[in-house]
T-cell receptor, first 116, second 113 residues
Framework: NAGVTQTPKFRILKIGQSMTLQCTQD?????MYWYRQDPGMGLKLIYY???????DKGEVPNGYNVSRSTTEDFPLRLELAAPSQTSVYFC???????????????FGEGSRLTVL | AQSVTQLDSQVPVFEEAPVELRCNYS??????LFWYVQYPNQGLQLLLK??????LVKSINGFEAEFNKSQTSFHLRKPSVHISDTAEYFC???????????FGTGTQLKVEL
């Protein structure tokens, strides 16, 4: 059981380039999230999805896009990379229905992105 | 919108000593509270949670936290720490009825011999 898998683990981008961070989960979770983690800042929510075909913005969505065409996959797209997007990105998933919220997010191991 | 404050960015402690990591939240409605732990170069893992019921919750590795509604706190404690507890600890809150967690800025616990 792989859980939440993120690729790539490391990437260096030049300013203005674009790329997609891949995230897939095999737990049949309906909720998926993308966070970025910066030193001393904790985790900030970029985008989240409550199910296939449904996405919504988090706290810091500017410069990013997402899609959720299947339950398993939730890719994060960076358009026109900027140095401010240098960060560690975490994908997470959880399962929740009315009356069964557990609050447990399952995280991937992270993708470290550097924009130069 | 709810917020979470972890006042201590770093907490150094000697092995076998007790430790308390502080967490305060701001919300005027019912909340769910969590502590997550992040070991080096890994993602976060759930340590313990308060959803309802007993205000004292415990983890399998000896940590405990108490929900204090009047002080809007959810401090994490362990009576005797081990080297393997060295990690970063994040407090998080979810508003009842919402679907997003808000994380604090984290506390780095460093256990020394």
């Amino acid at each position: 059981n792989a859980g939440v898998t993120q690729t790539p683990k490391f990437r260096i981008l030049k300013i203005g380039q674009s790329m997609t961070l891949q995230c897939t989960q095999d737990m049949n979770h309906n909720y998926m999230y993308w966070y970025r983690q910066d030193p001393g800042m904790g985790l900030k929510l970029i985008y989240y999805s409550v199910g296939a075909g449904i996405t919504d913005k988090g706290e810091v969505p500017n410069g990013y896009n997402v899609s959720r065409s299947t339950t398993e996959d939730f890719p994060l797209r960076l358009e026109l990379a900027a140095p401010s997007q240098t960060s560690v990105y975490f994908c997470a998933s959880s399962y929740s229905t009315t009356g069964t919220y557990t609050g447990e997010l399952f995280f991937g191991e992270g993708s470290r992105l550097t924009v130069l | 919108a709810q917020s979470v404050t972890q006042l201590d960015s770093q907490v150094p402690v000697f092995e076998e000593a007790p430790v308390e990591l502080r967490c305060n939240y701001s919300s005027s409605v019912s909340v769910y509270l969590f502590w997550y732990v992040q070991y080096p170069n890994q993602g976060l893992q759930l340590l313990l949670k308060y959803l309802s019921g007993s205000t004292l919750v415990k983890s399998i590795n000896g940590f405990e936290a108490e929900f204090n509604k009047s002080q809007t706190s959810f401090h994490l404690r362990k009576p005797s720490v081990h080297i393997s507890d060295t990690a970063e600890y994040f407090c998080a809150v979810k508003r009842g009825g919402g679907n997003k967690l808000t994380f604090g800025t984290g506390t780095q616990l460093k256990v020394e011999l």
